[in-house]
């Protein structure tokens, strides 16, 4: 029953593959700007809502030119901030449009950091990273979501400690008071003080950026492994696990060693390790839902039974139930029987004839960097070697 409910929508799936998940992607962009842009209050909301349905018709078909579209969308917001602020941005976004267009899914990924940290699900950034684009992206995804969420508190004057940011959002209105009137070099020493205060800090931030690309990287390094797809989804939730362990060991663990670092609003949060807990527990049951949800789907559409099929079975069934016991069978030449047909002589199948009527399960078909490399056979003598002159 619940594969006849779920055979259609896979089907569906499927067939529209890249379509809807470039769809996904799409909306997820528009989304991001447009809340980006309302909150910033720069553009009019009839026009903020029209660039959102743009970016997100254009970024199912041409996801260069939706790219481009908010690219070009948050320049003047940025401008009425700081000029300075302007020219970085467009300088980066220039710089790395190729990998951000061809990684767009990563990018608003860790784009959407200090979002999902007012709801504490920061740490499913470098976990969904490292399962969905492998152990080096997702190190590199995990790396660039703390350093984007520094960024971002520090602009917007938070202690950027990850345990303080948690339950916080930057407010565009606290970037506007900070950087309105700081000319080149002033803009640099605001971007870089949050880092950089002593000697001591400039180290608790970098093991910090560090520990969400090891977990990053520690996930993405065993999901790809066959003994975790082929052992879904108990290994994954383990898999999960020992990430969320990672950024627990990274957020907890360092304040205790470098003390002379950290500030009172860390020493208050240490104290309720609320916060730490309840990501932990929502990277390890997220992260497995939606990924072993994502494998699901791309496994093969289960086959669908044909009427003749189950007729025929039924037909057999009521024949055998009305036939007298002494044509049946005994127990005794049946065991016979598959004992003659499994001598090498005897190429019929070990199967029964009913069992080749029931549906069986999709299975998972591997990927190719999963199969292994043809070698020539070095014993084989009918090999015929050819010498061009």
Request: avoid cysteine; aromatic fraction near 10%.
């Amino acid at each position: 029953m619940i594969a006849h409910a779920f055979r259609g929508p896979h089907n569906l799936y499927r067939r529209y593959q890249a379509f809807l998940e470039s769809s996904v992607t799409a909306l997820g962009l528009a989304a991001l700007v447009s809340l980006t842009l309302w909150n910033m209050s720069v553009y009019p909301a009839n026009w903020v809502l029209v660039m959102g349905v743009a970016m997100a018709v254009l970024g199912i078909r041409w996801p260069l030119l939706a790219y481009i579209m908010a690219v070009s969308a948050m320049i003047y917001p940025l401008y009425t901030i700081n000029l300075y602020l302007a020219v970085i941005f467009v300088a980066v976004s220039v710089l790395g449009y190729r990998l951000f267009v061809h990684y767009l899914g990563a990018t608003l990924l860790v784009l959407s950091t200090p979002l999902l940290a007012k709801y504490h699900l920061h740490w499913l950034v470098p976990i969904l990273g490292g399962l969905w684009w492998g152990g080096i992206a997702g190190a590199w995804i995990g790396g660039l979501a703390a350093l984007w969420g520094k960024i971002m508190g520090g602009m917007a004057g938070l202690n950027i400690d990850w345990l303080v940011m948690a339950g916080q959002l930057p407010n565009a209105q606290e970037i506007l008071l900070r950087y309105h009137q700081a000319n080149s070099l002033e803009t640099l020493l605001l971007l870089i003080e949050p880092f950089a205060s002593t000697s001591g800090v400039i180290l608790y931030n970098l093991l910090q950026v560090i520990g969400w690309a090891v977990a990053g990287g520690f996930v993405g390094a065993l999901a790809w492994r066959k003994w975790v797809k082929y052992r879904a989804p108990w290994s994954i939730l383990v898999v999960t696990a020992g990430g969320g362990l990672i950024m627990m060991v990274t957020h907890l663990a360092l304040p205790y060693w470098l003390h002379e670092a950290i500030t009172d609003e860390t020493v208050r949060a240490l104290q309720d390790p609320a916060g730490p807990l309840f990501s932990l527990l929502m990277v390890i049951i997220v992260s497995t839902a939606i990924h072993s949800f994502r494998e699901s789907l791309d496994l093969p559409v289960a086959p669908r039974r044909s009427s003749k099929t189950i007729i025929r079975k039924r037909k057999k069934e009521a024949a055998g139930a009305g036939a007298n016991s002494l044509s049946r069978r005994s127990k005794a030449a049946r065991g016979q029987g598959k004992k003659d047909r499994a001598r090498p002589d005897n190429p019929v199948p070990l199967e029964e004839p009913d069992t080749l009527d029931r549906p069986r399960r999709p299975v998972r078909v591997p990927k190719q960097s999963e199969l292994p490399e043809w070698e020539p056979p070095r014993d084989e003598s009918g090999l015929i070697m050819l010498e061009i002159d």
